[in-house]
Protein backbone atom coordinates (compact mmCIF):
# COMPACT_ATOMS: atom_id res chain seq x y z
CA UNK A 1 0.00 0.00 0.00
CA UNK A 2 1.18 3.50 -0.94
CA UNK A 3 1.99 5.54 2.16
CA UNK A 4 -0.17 9.36 2.51
CA UNK A 5 1.67 12.31 1.24
CA UNK A 6 1.36 14.76 3.77
CA UNK A 7 2.44 18.29 3.86
CA UNK A 8 5.10 18.77 6.72
CA UNK A 9 3.71 21.43 9.21
CA UNK A 10 5.29 24.03 10.39
CA UNK A 11 5.03 26.24 13.04
CA UNK A 12 3.68 23.65 16.19
CA UNK A 13 6.37 22.04 18.41
CA UNK A 14 5.27 19.07 20.07
CA UNK A 15 4.31 18.90 23.09
CA UNK A 16 5.40 15.31 24.20
CA UNK A 17 8.73 13.82 22.81
CA UNK A 18 10.64 10.43 23.14
CA UNK A 19 13.88 11.05 21.88
CA UNK A 20 16.22 7.68 21.63
CA UNK A 21 13.93 5.72 24.51
CA UNK A 22 15.63 2.71 25.52
CA UNK A 23 13.96 0.90 28.36
CA UNK A 24 15.65 -1.84 30.68
CA UNK A 25 14.45 -4.27 33.09
CA UNK A 26 17.59 -5.60 34.82
CA UNK A 27 19.35 -7.54 31.38
CA UNK A 28 16.34 -7.40 29.05
CA UNK A 29 15.73 -4.53 27.17
CA UNK A 30 11.94 -3.74 27.03
CA UNK A 31 12.57 -0.76 23.90
CA UNK A 32 15.07 -0.51 22.04
CA UNK A 33 16.23 3.47 20.99
CA UNK A 34 12.27 4.41 20.26
CA UNK A 35 11.19 8.19 19.46
CA UNK A 36 8.03 10.02 18.55
CA UNK A 37 6.17 13.21 18.78
CA UNK A 38 2.93 13.55 20.30
CA UNK A 39 1.27 17.61 19.17
CA UNK A 40 -1.24 19.06 21.15
CA UNK A 41 -5.01 17.86 20.54
CA UNK A 42 -3.08 14.06 19.04
CA UNK A 43 -4.99 10.89 20.25
CA UNK A 44 -1.90 8.85 20.06
CA UNK A 45 -1.71 5.18 20.09
CA UNK A 46 0.78 2.66 21.13
CA UNK A 47 0.31 -0.17 19.53
CA UNK A 48 1.95 -3.75 19.56
CA UNK A 49 1.73 -7.68 20.64
CA UNK A 50 2.43 -8.20 24.17
CA UNK A 51 6.70 -7.57 24.76
CA UNK A 52 6.62 -4.73 22.33
CA UNK A 53 7.22 -2.39 25.46
CA UNK A 54 4.19 -0.05 25.04
CA UNK A 55 3.25 0.08 28.60
CA UNK A 56 6.32 0.13 29.22
CA UNK A 57 6.94 3.30 27.55
CA UNK A 58 3.73 4.91 28.97
CA UNK A 59 5.25 4.33 32.26
CA UNK A 60 8.30 5.95 31.25
CA UNK A 61 6.06 9.01 30.28
CA UNK A 62 4.44 9.02 33.27
CA UNK A 63 7.76 8.95 35.01
CA UNK A 64 7.90 5.55 36.66
CA UNK A 65 10.62 4.30 35.01
CA UNK A 66 13.90 5.94 33.81
CA UNK A 67 15.03 5.48 30.27
CA UNK A 68 18.35 3.43 30.24
CA UNK A 69 19.38 5.41 27.17
CA UNK A 70 17.38 8.57 25.52
CA UNK A 71 14.80 10.55 26.82
CA UNK A 72 11.42 12.13 27.45
CA UNK A 73 10.41 15.86 27.44
CA UNK A 74 7.42 17.58 28.07
CA UNK A 75 6.99 21.04 26.68
CA UNK A 76 10.46 21.10 26.82
CA UNK A 77 11.25 20.02 30.21
CA UNK A 78 12.77 16.40 30.58
CA UNK A 79 10.59 14.06 32.87
CA UNK A 80 12.35 12.91 35.67
CA UNK A 81 9.64 11.44 37.76
CA UNK A 82 5.75 11.47 38.32
CA UNK A 83 3.91 14.66 37.86
CA UNK A 84 0.17 15.61 37.80
CA UNK A 85 0.56 17.31 34.66
CA UNK A 86 0.34 13.82 33.34
CA UNK A 87 -2.68 11.92 35.09
CA UNK A 88 -2.17 7.94 34.28
CA UNK A 89 -5.52 5.88 33.71
CA UNK A 90 -4.13 2.77 34.20
CA UNK A 91 -6.22 -0.75 33.04
CA UNK A 92 -6.51 -2.38 37.01
CA UNK A 93 -9.81 -1.41 38.67
CA UNK A 94 -7.93 -1.19 42.04
CA UNK A 95 -6.07 2.40 40.88
CA UNK A 96 -9.33 3.90 42.89
CA UNK A 97 -8.83 3.53 46.44
CA UNK A 98 -11.24 2.03 47.83
CA UNK A 99 -11.86 3.64 51.30
CA UNK A 100 -13.13 7.24 49.27
CA UNK A 101 -16.61 7.81 47.51
CA UNK A 102 -16.49 8.06 43.65
CA UNK A 103 -16.79 11.84 44.39
CA UNK A 104 -14.09 11.77 46.77
CA UNK A 105 -11.91 9.71 44.46
CA UNK A 106 -12.34 12.29 41.75
CA UNK A 107 -11.23 15.29 44.75
CA UNK A 108 -8.25 13.28 45.73
CA UNK A 109 -5.65 14.49 43.56
CA UNK A 110 -6.79 17.87 43.36
CA UNK A 111 -6.89 18.31 46.86
CA UNK A 112 -3.35 16.38 47.38
CA UNK A 113 -1.76 18.75 44.47
CA UNK A 114 -3.21 21.62 46.76
CA UNK A 115 -4.69 22.87 43.47
CA UNK A 116 -8.29 23.82 44.77
CA UNK A 117 -9.85 23.99 48.08
CA UNK A 118 -12.10 21.51 49.08
CA UNK A 119 -14.85 23.64 48.40
CA UNK A 120 -14.23 24.17 44.54
CA UNK A 121 -12.51 20.66 44.40
CA UNK A 122 -16.01 18.62 45.14
CA UNK A 123 -17.59 21.35 42.77
CA UNK A 124 -15.19 20.54 39.69
CA UNK A 125 -15.49 16.61 41.01
CA UNK A 126 -19.31 16.77 40.39
CA UNK A 127 -18.83 18.40 37.31
CA UNK A 128 -16.64 15.61 35.84
CA UNK A 129 -18.77 12.77 37.50
CA UNK A 130 -21.75 14.22 35.65
CA UNK A 131 -19.79 14.95 32.33
CA UNK A 132 -18.90 10.35 32.16
CA UNK A 133 -21.88 10.09 33.19
CA UNK A 134 -22.21 8.89 36.89
CA UNK A 135 -24.66 11.64 38.27
CA UNK A 136 -26.36 9.75 41.29
CA UNK A 137 -23.24 7.79 42.37
CA UNK A 138 -21.20 10.47 44.22
CA UNK A 139 -21.65 8.60 47.18
CA UNK A 140 -21.06 5.02 46.31
CA UNK A 141 -17.87 3.28 46.82
CA UNK A 142 -16.01 1.74 44.23
CA UNK A 143 -16.87 -1.75 45.32
CA UNK A 144 -20.63 -1.52 44.29
CA UNK A 145 -19.72 -0.02 40.94
CA UNK A 146 -18.92 -2.12 37.51
CA UNK A 147 -16.07 -2.49 35.85
CA UNK A 148 -16.81 -0.08 33.17
CA UNK A 149 -18.38 2.92 36.42
CA UNK A 150 -14.89 2.18 38.01
CA UNK A 151 -12.92 3.19 34.89
CA UNK A 152 -15.53 5.94 34.12
CA UNK A 153 -14.84 7.10 38.05
CA UNK A 154 -10.47 6.78 36.54
CA UNK A 155 -10.87 9.09 33.72
CA UNK A 156 -13.36 11.67 35.47
CA UNK A 157 -10.61 11.77 38.20
CA UNK A 158 -8.01 11.92 35.46
CA UNK A 159 -9.86 14.60 33.42
CA UNK A 160 -10.62 16.62 36.51
CA UNK A 161 -7.08 17.35 37.01
CA UNK A 162 -6.78 19.04 33.16
CA UNK A 163 -3.54 17.31 32.81
CA UNK A 164 -0.86 18.72 29.74
CA UNK A 165 -1.35 14.87 28.71
CA UNK A 166 -3.81 12.14 29.33
CA UNK A 167 -1.95 8.46 29.29
CA UNK A 168 -4.15 5.71 29.17
CA UNK A 169 -2.76 2.53 30.02
CA UNK A 170 -4.93 0.08 28.04
CA UNK A 171 -7.65 1.82 29.98
CA UNK A 172 -10.25 -1.00 28.29
CA UNK A 173 -8.92 -4.38 28.50
CA UNK A 174 -10.13 -5.75 31.41
CA UNK A 175 -13.94 -4.41 30.56
CA UNK A 176 -16.32 -6.77 28.36
CA UNK A 177 -16.90 -6.59 24.55
CA UNK A 178 -19.85 -4.23 24.94
CA UNK A 179 -18.91 -2.01 27.45
CA UNK A 180 -15.85 -1.52 25.86
CA UNK A 181 -17.30 -0.48 22.88
CA UNK A 182 -19.17 1.84 24.55
CA UNK A 183 -16.25 3.44 26.10
CA UNK A 184 -14.36 3.76 23.21
CA UNK A 185 -17.98 5.98 22.19
CA UNK A 186 -17.57 7.81 25.27
CA UNK A 187 -14.12 8.82 25.35
CA UNK A 188 -14.41 9.49 21.35
CA UNK A 189 -17.25 12.11 22.82
CA UNK A 190 -15.31 13.76 25.66
CA UNK A 191 -12.48 14.34 23.12
CA UNK A 192 -14.89 16.23 20.56
CA UNK A 193 -15.66 18.48 23.13
CA UNK A 194 -12.63 18.97 25.09
CA UNK A 195 -9.75 18.35 22.85
CA UNK A 196 -7.45 17.11 25.44
CA UNK A 197 -4.41 15.50 24.20
CA UNK A 198 -4.14 11.53 24.88
CA UNK A 199 -1.27 8.90 24.66
CA UNK A 200 -3.26 5.55 24.74
CA UNK A 201 -2.03 2.19 24.84
CA UNK A 202 -3.62 -0.98 23.39
CA UNK A 203 -2.87 -4.33 21.56
CA UNK A 204 -6.09 -4.29 19.97
CA UNK A 205 -5.83 -3.42 16.17
CA UNK A 206 -9.44 -1.84 15.63
CA UNK A 207 -9.58 0.18 19.39
CA UNK A 208 -6.34 1.98 18.07
CA UNK A 209 -8.06 2.67 14.63
CA UNK A 210 -11.21 4.36 16.27
CA UNK A 211 -9.64 5.65 19.05
CA UNK A 212 -6.27 7.31 17.73
CA UNK A 213 -5.33 9.73 15.12
CA UNK A 214 -2.00 8.64 14.92
CA UNK A 215 -0.91 5.06 15.41
CA UNK A 216 2.80 4.06 16.15
CA UNK A 217 3.18 0.24 15.67
CA UNK A 218 5.96 -1.30 18.13
CA UNK A 219 7.33 -4.94 17.26
CA UNK A 220 8.37 -7.41 20.32
CA UNK A 221 11.58 -8.18 21.58
CA UNK A 222 12.67 -5.46 22.48
CA UNK A 223 10.61 -3.15 20.90
CA UNK A 224 11.10 -1.06 18.15
CA UNK A 225 9.57 1.37 15.90
CA UNK A 226 7.83 -0.55 12.97
CA UNK A 227 5.74 2.26 11.64
CA UNK A 228 4.10 5.58 12.70
CA UNK A 229 0.48 5.71 10.60
CA UNK A 230 -2.60 7.95 10.31
CA UNK A 231 -5.50 6.92 11.46
CA UNK A 232 -7.57 10.22 12.21
CA UNK A 233 -9.84 9.09 9.23
CA UNK A 234 -11.90 6.27 11.55
CA UNK A 235 -14.37 6.59 14.20
CA UNK A 236 -16.96 3.65 15.81
CA UNK A 237 -19.06 3.91 12.52
CA UNK A 238 -16.58 3.04 10.02
CA UNK A 239 -15.63 0.26 11.92
CA UNK A 240 -17.41 -2.28 9.16
CA UNK A 241 -16.26 0.02 5.88
CA UNK A 242 -13.78 -1.69 3.54
CA UNK A 243 -11.02 1.07 4.27
CA UNK A 244 -10.93 0.08 7.91
CA UNK A 245 -10.84 -3.52 6.83
CA UNK A 246 -7.86 -2.88 4.63
CA UNK A 247 -5.81 -0.56 7.24
CA UNK A 248 -6.67 -3.23 9.61
CA UNK A 249 -4.74 -6.27 7.68
CA UNK A 250 -2.08 -3.43 6.95
CA UNK A 251 -0.88 -3.28 10.46
CA UNK A 252 -1.84 -6.92 10.97
CA UNK A 253 0.81 -7.68 8.32
CA UNK A 254 3.37 -4.95 9.48
CA UNK A 255 3.28 -6.38 12.99
CA UNK A 256 3.12 -10.03 12.38
CA UNK A 257 5.59 -10.55 9.55
CA UNK A 258 6.34 -9.63 5.99
CA UNK A 259 3.39 -8.23 4.01
CA UNK A 260 4.63 -9.94 0.78
CA UNK A 261 3.90 -13.15 2.73
CA UNK A 262 0.25 -12.09 3.77
CA UNK A 263 -0.73 -12.70 7.04
CA UNK A 264 -0.37 -16.82 7.61
CA UNK A 265 -1.92 -18.96 10.14
CA UNK A 266 1.62 -19.44 11.61
CA UNK A 267 2.48 -15.94 11.91
CA UNK A 268 -1.25 -15.99 13.41
CA UNK A 269 0.23 -18.95 16.04
CA UNK A 270 3.27 -16.97 17.00
CA UNK A 271 1.82 -13.75 17.73
CA UNK A 272 1.42 -14.17 21.66
CA UNK A 273 -1.85 -14.87 23.18
CA UNK A 274 -3.18 -11.68 24.47
CA UNK A 275 -2.52 -10.03 20.70
CA UNK A 276 -3.61 -13.08 18.75
CA UNK A 277 -7.43 -12.92 19.93
CA UNK A 278 -7.87 -9.87 18.46
CA UNK A 279 -5.92 -10.62 15.36
CA UNK A 280 -8.06 -13.63 15.00
CA UNK A 281 -11.12 -11.27 15.19
CA UNK A 282 -9.65 -8.92 12.40
CA UNK A 283 -9.11 -11.87 10.05
CA UNK A 284 -12.55 -12.75 10.41
CA UNK A 285 -14.49 -9.82 10.91
CA UNK B 1 -35.06 -39.29 9.91
CA UNK B 2 -31.29 -38.19 10.02
CA UNK B 3 -29.38 -38.99 12.82
CA UNK B 4 -27.66 -35.26 12.91
CA UNK B 5 -29.17 -33.39 15.63
CA UNK B 6 -30.86 -30.44 13.82
CA UNK B 7 -32.33 -27.82 16.05
CA UNK B 8 -35.95 -26.72 14.97
CA UNK B 9 -35.76 -23.12 13.43
CA UNK B 10 -38.49 -21.03 15.48
CA UNK B 11 -39.81 -17.24 14.94
CA UNK B 12 -37.71 -14.65 16.30
CA UNK B 13 -39.23 -12.02 18.14
CA UNK B 14 -38.21 -8.94 20.57
CA UNK B 15 -39.29 -7.19 23.51
CA UNK B 16 -39.97 -3.82 24.96
CA UNK B 17 -38.56 -4.71 28.32
CA UNK B 18 -40.01 -2.79 31.22
CA UNK B 19 -37.96 -0.38 33.07
CA UNK B 20 -39.19 -0.92 36.50
CA UNK B 21 -38.86 -5.08 36.41
CA UNK B 22 -40.95 -6.66 39.40
CA UNK B 23 -39.13 -6.80 42.36
CA UNK B 24 -39.13 -10.08 44.76
CA UNK B 25 -41.57 -9.28 47.78
CA UNK B 26 -40.23 -9.46 50.97
CA UNK B 27 -41.63 -12.64 52.71
CA UNK B 28 -40.86 -11.87 56.70
CA UNK B 29 -39.34 -14.60 58.44
CA UNK B 30 -40.51 -16.07 61.65
CA UNK B 31 -39.75 -14.51 65.21
CA UNK B 32 -37.47 -16.80 65.64
CA UNK B 33 -35.38 -17.41 62.67
CA UNK B 34 -35.03 -13.58 62.94
CA UNK B 35 -33.90 -13.78 66.06
CA UNK B 36 -31.54 -16.22 65.40
CA UNK B 37 -29.76 -13.93 62.38
CA UNK B 38 -28.88 -11.63 64.79
CA UNK B 39 -24.90 -12.48 65.47
CA UNK B 40 -25.10 -11.17 69.07
CA UNK B 41 -28.10 -13.20 70.15
CA UNK B 42 -26.24 -16.36 68.98
CA UNK B 43 -23.45 -15.24 71.20
CA UNK B 44 -25.33 -14.35 74.47
CA UNK B 45 -27.00 -18.03 73.84
CA UNK B 46 -23.29 -19.54 73.55
CA UNK B 47 -22.19 -17.07 76.88
CA UNK B 48 -25.46 -18.34 78.34
CA UNK B 49 -24.91 -22.23 77.54
CA UNK B 50 -21.30 -22.24 79.05
CA UNK B 51 -22.40 -20.35 82.13
CA UNK B 52 -25.03 -23.12 82.74
CA UNK B 53 -22.60 -25.69 82.14
CA UNK B 54 -19.81 -24.34 84.54
CA UNK B 55 -22.56 -23.86 87.23
CA UNK B 56 -23.12 -27.31 86.47
CA UNK B 57 -20.04 -28.46 86.68
CA UNK B 58 -19.67 -26.56 89.91
CA UNK B 59 -22.32 -28.40 91.57
CA UNK B 60 -21.63 -31.89 91.06
CA UNK B 61 -17.83 -30.95 91.92
CA UNK B 62 -19.58 -29.32 95.46
CA UNK B 63 -15.75 -27.76 96.19
CA UNK B 64 -15.61 -23.78 96.68
CA UNK B 65 -11.97 -23.38 97.05
CA UNK B 66 -11.64 -25.72 93.96
CA UNK B 67 -14.18 -24.37 91.15
CA UNK B 68 -16.68 -22.08 92.43
CA UNK B 69 -20.11 -21.86 90.32
CA UNK B 70 -21.48 -19.09 87.96
CA UNK B 71 -23.79 -18.05 90.93
CA UNK B 72 -21.22 -17.97 93.37
CA UNK B 73 -18.70 -15.74 90.84
CA UNK B 74 -21.13 -13.19 89.78
CA UNK B 75 -22.05 -12.38 93.71
CA UNK B 76 -18.34 -12.30 94.17
CA UNK B 77 -17.77 -10.05 91.26
CA UNK B 78 -20.87 -8.10 92.02
CA UNK B 79 -19.31 -7.54 95.51
CA UNK B 80 -16.17 -6.53 94.16
CA UNK B 81 -17.79 -3.86 91.95
CA UNK B 82 -20.08 -2.44 95.01
CA UNK B 83 -17.00 -1.91 97.17
CA UNK B 84 -15.37 -0.62 94.49
CA UNK B 85 -12.07 -2.35 94.71
CA UNK B 86 -12.56 -4.56 91.73
CA UNK B 87 -13.29 -1.28 89.48
CA UNK B 88 -10.03 0.24 91.24
CA UNK B 89 -8.20 -2.52 90.24
CA UNK B 90 -9.43 -2.43 86.53
CA UNK B 91 -8.52 0.92 86.74
CA UNK B 92 -5.05 0.95 87.81
CA UNK B 93 -4.39 -1.98 84.84
CA UNK B 94 -6.09 -0.21 82.04
CA UNK B 95 -3.99 2.76 82.43
CA UNK B 96 -0.87 1.05 82.33
CA UNK B 97 -2.37 -0.92 79.62
CA UNK B 98 -3.17 2.17 77.67
CA UNK B 99 0.08 3.93 78.03
CA UNK B 100 1.70 1.02 77.02
CA UNK B 101 -0.50 0.06 73.92
CA UNK B 102 -0.16 3.73 72.76
CA UNK B 103 3.54 3.50 73.26
CA UNK B 104 3.64 0.40 71.32
CA UNK B 105 1.65 1.66 68.39
CA UNK B 106 3.40 5.32 67.97
CA UNK B 107 6.86 3.11 67.86
CA UNK B 108 5.70 0.45 65.51
CA UNK B 109 4.12 3.07 63.10
CA UNK B 110 7.68 5.00 62.99
CA UNK B 111 9.37 1.35 61.93
CA UNK B 112 6.81 1.18 59.33
CA UNK B 113 6.98 3.89 57.80
CA UNK B 114 10.86 3.86 57.24
CA UNK B 115 10.09 0.71 56.38
CA UNK B 116 8.12 1.43 53.79
CA UNK B 117 10.35 4.56 52.64
CA UNK B 118 13.29 3.62 52.87
CA UNK B 119 15.33 0.21 52.40
CA UNK B 120 17.56 0.09 55.70
CA UNK B 121 14.23 1.24 57.73
CA UNK B 122 13.22 -2.33 55.52
CA UNK B 123 16.16 -4.05 57.11
CA UNK B 124 15.68 -2.93 60.59
CA UNK B 125 12.15 -3.66 60.48
CA UNK B 126 12.79 -7.87 59.30
CA UNK B 127 16.03 -8.00 61.30
CA UNK B 128 14.25 -6.40 64.55
CA UNK B 129 10.85 -8.58 64.40
CA UNK B 130 12.33 -11.57 63.90
CA UNK B 131 14.86 -10.99 66.66
CA UNK B 132 12.41 -9.81 68.87
CA UNK B 133 9.48 -11.30 68.11
CA UNK B 134 9.49 -14.72 69.29
CA UNK B 135 10.42 -13.44 72.54
CA UNK B 136 7.93 -13.91 75.06
CA UNK B 137 7.21 -10.22 76.78
CA UNK B 138 7.54 -11.89 79.96
CA UNK B 139 11.04 -13.64 80.03
CA UNK B 140 12.08 -9.73 79.96
CA UNK B 141 10.18 -9.02 82.71
CA UNK B 142 13.69 -9.41 85.26
CA UNK B 143 15.91 -7.39 82.87
CA UNK B 144 12.89 -4.68 82.95
CA UNK B 145 12.71 -5.09 87.02
CA UNK B 146 16.59 -3.90 86.52
CA UNK B 147 16.52 -1.26 84.09
CA UNK B 148 13.27 0.15 85.60
CA UNK B 149 12.94 -0.92 89.00
CA UNK B 150 9.50 -2.03 90.54
CA UNK B 151 7.04 -0.39 89.11
CA UNK B 152 5.12 1.23 86.12
CA UNK B 153 8.16 1.31 84.13
CA UNK B 154 8.85 -2.30 83.84
CA UNK B 155 5.07 -2.65 82.63
CA UNK B 156 4.86 -0.33 80.14
CA UNK B 157 8.26 -1.73 79.13
CA UNK B 158 7.26 -5.05 78.65
CA UNK B 159 3.54 -4.23 77.22
CA UNK B 160 5.16 -2.12 74.66
CA UNK B 161 7.34 -5.27 73.61
CA UNK B 162 4.55 -7.04 73.84
CA UNK B 163 2.49 -4.54 71.01
CA UNK B 164 5.51 -3.04 69.28
CA UNK B 165 6.28 -6.97 67.08
CA UNK B 166 3.13 -8.35 65.93
CA UNK B 167 1.60 -4.62 64.93
CA UNK B 168 4.92 -3.65 63.38
CA UNK B 169 4.81 -7.39 61.17
CA UNK B 170 1.16 -6.89 60.55
CA UNK B 171 1.30 -3.23 59.55
CA UNK B 172 4.25 -3.91 57.54
CA UNK B 173 2.93 -7.34 55.49
CA UNK B 174 0.06 -5.04 54.72
CA UNK B 175 2.00 -2.10 53.14
CA UNK B 176 3.51 -4.86 51.02
CA UNK B 177 0.11 -6.20 49.51
CA UNK B 178 -0.94 -2.76 48.66
CA UNK B 179 -1.29 -3.33 44.62
CA UNK B 180 1.40 -1.61 42.77
CA UNK B 181 -1.13 0.31 40.85
CA UNK B 182 -2.62 2.11 44.04
CA UNK B 183 1.36 3.06 44.69
CA UNK B 184 1.35 4.38 41.13
CA UNK B 185 -1.79 6.49 41.24
CA UNK B 186 -0.41 8.01 44.31
CA UNK B 187 2.69 8.72 42.92
CA UNK B 188 0.96 10.52 40.09
CA UNK B 189 -0.69 13.06 41.76
CA UNK B 190 2.83 13.86 44.01
CA UNK B 191 2.82 11.60 46.73
CA UNK B 192 6.00 10.47 48.15
CA UNK B 193 7.46 9.29 51.18
CA UNK B 194 5.43 10.23 54.78
CA UNK B 195 2.53 11.88 52.89
CA UNK B 196 2.59 8.41 50.52
CA UNK B 197 2.31 7.11 53.66
CA UNK B 198 -0.54 8.88 55.51
CA UNK B 199 -2.79 8.75 52.12
CA UNK B 200 -2.50 5.27 50.58
CA UNK B 201 -0.39 2.88 52.22
CA UNK B 202 -1.83 3.03 55.74
CA UNK B 203 -5.89 3.18 54.60
CA UNK B 204 -5.02 0.48 51.98
CA UNK B 205 -3.50 -1.72 54.35
CA UNK B 206 -6.32 -0.99 57.16
CA UNK B 207 -7.34 -4.64 57.51
CA UNK B 208 -3.99 -5.67 58.40
CA UNK B 209 -3.29 -2.95 60.38
CA UNK B 210 -6.42 -3.59 62.51
CA UNK B 211 -5.42 -7.58 62.93
CA UNK B 212 -2.08 -6.00 64.01
CA UNK B 213 -4.01 -3.95 66.32
CA UNK B 214 -5.89 -6.59 67.83
CA UNK B 215 -3.27 -9.01 68.20
CA UNK B 216 -1.37 -6.26 70.36
CA UNK B 217 -4.47 -5.72 72.55
CA UNK B 218 -4.44 -9.25 73.27
CA UNK B 219 -0.74 -9.54 73.90
CA UNK B 220 -0.59 -6.20 75.65
CA UNK B 221 -3.40 -8.08 78.46
CA UNK B 222 -1.79 -11.28 78.84
CA UNK B 223 1.62 -9.70 79.29
CA UNK B 224 0.44 -7.03 81.83
CA UNK B 225 -1.77 -9.67 83.72
CA UNK B 226 1.06 -12.22 83.94
CA UNK B 227 3.54 -9.48 84.84
CA UNK B 228 1.35 -8.39 87.48
CA UNK B 229 1.24 -11.97 88.87
CA UNK B 230 4.67 -12.26 88.98
CA UNK B 231 5.89 -8.64 90.66
CA UNK B 232 2.23 -7.91 92.06
CA UNK B 233 2.18 -3.91 93.49
CA UNK B 234 4.35 -0.79 94.21
CA UNK B 235 2.35 1.26 96.91
CA UNK B 236 -0.37 -0.76 97.30
CA UNK B 237 -1.31 0.24 93.98
CA UNK B 238 -1.90 -3.39 92.24
CA UNK B 239 -3.59 -4.22 89.30
CA UNK B 240 -5.93 -6.73 88.30
CA UNK B 241 -3.46 -9.70 87.99
CA UNK B 242 -2.41 -8.74 91.96
CA UNK B 243 -5.97 -8.78 93.04
CA UNK B 244 -6.17 -11.84 91.48
CA UNK B 245 -2.79 -13.33 93.08
CA UNK B 246 -3.90 -11.98 96.40
CA UNK B 247 -6.85 -13.29 96.35
CA UNK B 248 -5.79 -17.35 95.60
CA UNK B 249 -3.23 -16.92 99.06
CA UNK B 250 -6.31 -16.13 100.69
CA UNK B 251 -7.94 -18.68 99.12
CA UNK B 252 -11.09 -16.86 98.17
CA UNK B 253 -11.23 -18.39 95.14
CA UNK B 254 -14.47 -17.19 93.64
CA UNK B 255 -13.01 -13.23 94.03
CA UNK B 256 -9.61 -14.93 91.73
CA UNK B 257 -12.67 -16.04 89.54
CA UNK B 258 -14.42 -13.18 89.60
CA UNK B 259 -10.88 -11.58 88.53
CA UNK B 260 -10.58 -13.42 85.75
CA UNK B 261 -13.97 -12.64 84.73
CA UNK B 262 -13.45 -9.09 84.35
CA UNK B 263 -10.42 -9.77 82.14
CA UNK B 264 -12.33 -11.46 80.02
CA UNK B 265 -15.15 -8.74 80.28
CA UNK B 266 -13.06 -6.33 79.30
CA UNK B 267 -11.96 -8.43 76.13
CA UNK B 268 -15.33 -8.57 74.86
CA UNK B 269 -15.97 -5.10 75.70
CA UNK B 270 -13.16 -3.95 73.81
CA UNK B 271 -13.92 -6.45 70.78
CA UNK B 272 -17.53 -5.41 70.81
CA UNK B 273 -17.16 -2.31 71.16
CA UNK B 274 -13.80 -0.72 70.05
CA UNK B 275 -12.79 -3.27 67.29
CA UNK B 276 -16.11 -4.08 65.43
CA UNK B 277 -17.39 -0.66 65.02
CA UNK B 278 -13.92 0.37 64.07
CA UNK B 279 -14.23 -2.83 61.57
CA UNK B 280 -17.76 -1.73 60.13
CA UNK B 281 -17.11 1.97 59.66
CA UNK B 282 -13.68 1.51 57.46
CA UNK B 283 -13.11 -2.01 56.10
CA UNK B 284 -16.23 -3.70 55.84
CA UNK B 285 -17.73 -0.57 54.33
CA UNK B 286 -15.29 0.06 52.20
CA UNK B 287 -15.80 -3.45 50.92
CA UNK B 288 -11.80 -4.29 51.77
CA UNK B 289 -13.10 -6.90 53.95
CA UNK B 290 -16.23 -9.65 54.43
Redesign the interface.
Known amino acids: MAFQVVRPHTGVAPLLVADGVSLEYGATRATHDVSFNVYRGDRFVLLGPSGCGKSSLL?AA?G?IKPAAGGISIDGRRIDG???D???V?Q?F??????KTVKENVM??LL??KRLNRHHAEERAMHWIAKVGLGGFENA????LSGGMKQRVAIARALAMQPEILLMDEPFAALDALTRRNMQEELGRLWEELRFTLLFVTHSIEEALVVGNRILLLSPHPGQVRAELNSHQFGLDSAGGADFQAATQRIHGLLFGDPAQGHSAAAVDAAPAAAGAHIERSRVS | MSLVLDPPVRQEYVHVTNTAAPRAVDIPLPLARRAWEQAWLRKIFILVVLAVVWEGLARWQNNDLLLPGFVQTAQAFASGVASGELLDRVRISLAVLLQGYAAGIVAAFVLTALAASTRIGRDLLETLTSMFNPLPAIALLPLALLWFGLGKGSLIFVIVHAVLWPLALGAYGGFQSV?E??R??G?????SGL?LVL??LV??A?PSILSGLKIGWAFAWRTLIAAELVFGTTGGQGGLGWYIFQNRNELYTDKVFAGLAAVILIGLLVENVVFRPLESV?VK????QR
Open positions: KAFPGPRIVFEDQLPPWFPMTHPHT | PTLMARNYGLRHIPALTRWGM
